[in-house]
């Protein structure tokens, strides 16, 4: 079947083939143009399938772990200079490639753009994707994403008696497990479910600054609904709960003394909190679930503290006055200096403020002991075996996070390799070594309409999506 573009190309040149010699020249040279561009994205595509591979195998291995990063698709931001939400699609694209070997053969072979692939490996499975490989060869990349996006929907009757189940099933539980971390579990009607899901979601724009919703159910983005999740309950706890009754002293919002009772209260012993110390004293929450020191001492960097004394006994002598570990102040001028996690590659604006010298071991709380970190980078200072040393001199100093191999890792971006202005011919080369032969036709969309979809073709991808 003759490719679409290139049959007006060489309408218009027969049309004009009476013409000057100039015109003709210029019909030739955009046919070599024309031929030239096409075949080019055909290795293009079998390069990004490459790419996609290559990341593949590195998130699996959990390279990025190991600098520190919270997730692959934040390395692959931070030494590509792709954008992390591209980043995102890319590494969902590159897990899912694995299980559709028909899919990746075709890219392989330059026949299928990235765009087309990351609509396939929204649905596709190893069942069904020999069914819309059909589709996606020779549809545009808007015909295939139109159908990914079809649903199939039941009788009205039907649907009545499953929105009636939804709401008779809804439940949630919140509760410790053995290792005292908390499950949560449940099940909540679509409009309350679509509430959370956004809260969740806005909560993860505002902590990692995504683009969007990410598909996928792996571990990094369950992570991240987790840290989504403690964000809005922490917000709506500093936001407080009302009613709608105006005569009702709950009508507005609690704060101060009333507030204190939702606070989070761990029990820590000095001695825990100091690097010198045992480690192995006190330090557990109010309902006696016991927390490691170093996340104790995490937690202690930057919060609110009341000291209380008691006698040998255990009777209480005196309680202290509540005082922040970071004065307001303090923390005004952290934010102006840093701006966020001074984590190379990071930059979030949701901190905690961690001391370089913790104060249970005679660290001081002034500027220069203290930097800004979000909560996955301070983990990785306390529970994860990171240091941090200081590089240079009064304002030229910056921080250097050693791993515990004892690599550095510095906030100064690491300079791209220089492709050569022969990049374009090594990609053609390298791509036909591994395989891949693309000619004018490989890569281009066969049916400009739906309607010239041929109708095997056609149902039998809509009945793959069903």
């Not at 015109?23 to 996609?52: P, Y």
């Not at 939400?85 to 694209?93: I, N, S, T």
């Not at 909540?188 to 990692?208: I, K, Q």
């Not at 006190?282 to 490691?292: A, F, K, P, Y």
Request: proline residues 4%.
């Amino acid at each position: 079947m003759v490719h679409f573009t290139s049959l007006l190309v060489h309408e218009a040149a027969a049309e004009c083939a009476a013409s000057s010699p100039a015109d003709t020249d210029t019909l030739e040279r955009l046919e070599e143009l024309e031929e030239e561009v096409v075949v080019l994205a055909a290795h293009l595509h079998a390069g990004e399938h490459r790419f996609l591979t290559l990341v593949g195998e590195f998130d699996r291995l959990k390279g990025w772990e190991l600098a520190g990063h919270r997730s692959c698709a934040h390395w692959l931001a931070f030494r590509t200079g792709i954008d992390l939400g591209a980043c995102r699609e890319k590494v969902r694209a590159a897990r899912v490639l694995e299980g559709l070997p028909l899919t990746s053969e075709s890219m392989q072979r330059g026949e299928l753009s990235f765009s087309q692939v990351r609509a396939l490996t929204r649905v596709a499975t190893a069942d069904n994707e020999a069914d819309l490989l059909d589709l996606a060869r020779g549809a545009t990349t808007a015909q295939l994403e139109r159908m990914v996006r079809a649903w199939k929907l039941g009788s009205k009757e039907a649907e009545v008696d499953r929105e009636r189940l939804r709401c008779e099933s809804r439940e949630l539980s919140v509760f410790p497990d053995d290792d005292g971390m908390v499950l949560v579990r449940g099940r909540l009607t679509p409009e309350a479910g679509a509430l959370l899901m956004r809260a969740v979601e806005a909560a993860g724009d505002a902590l990692f600054r995504a683009k969007g919703p990410v598909s996928g159910v792996s571990a990094e983005t369950s992570q991240r609904r987790a840290d989504a999740l403690a964000l809005v309950a922490e917000r709506a706890l500093a936001a407080g709960f009302g009613t709608n009754d105006p005569e009702s002293e709950a009508s507005a919002p609690l704060s101060g003394t009333r507030a204190e009772r939702y606070q989070v209260l761990l029990h820590v012993d000095h001695e825990t909190l100091s690097e010198e110390g045992s480690g192995l004293g006190r330090s557990d929450l109010e309902n006696g679930t016991r927390v490691s020191a170093e996340t104790s001492r995490r937690l202690s960097c930057d919060a609110s503290m009341v000291e209380i004394r008691h006698d040998e006994k255990g009777s209480i002598l005196d309680v202290g006055r509540k005082t922040r570990t970071i004065p307001p102040s303090l923390r005004r001028a952290l934010e102006v200096r840093d701006g966020g996690c001074r984590f190379p590659g990071c930059g979030l604006r949701f901190t905690d403020a961690h001391h370089v010298k913790h104060w249970a071991d005679g660290g001081e709380t002034k500027l220069e002991n203290l930097l800004l970190l979000c909560g996955h980078h301070h983990r990785l200072l306390h529970e994860d075996g990171w240091k941090i040393e200081w590089w240079g001199r009064d304002a030229e100093r910056r921080p250097a996070f050693l791993d515990p191999r004892g690599q550095v890792h510095m906030n100064a971006r690491s300079p791209m390799p220089r492709p050569g202005t022969d990049a374009a011919k090594k990609l053609v080369q390298e791509t036909r070594a591994r395989g891949a032969d693309p000619d004018f036709r490989t890569a281009g969309a066969r049916w400009k309409r739906e309607s010239d979809i041929p109708a095997d073709v056609y149902f039998r991808a809509l009945e793959a999506l069903g």
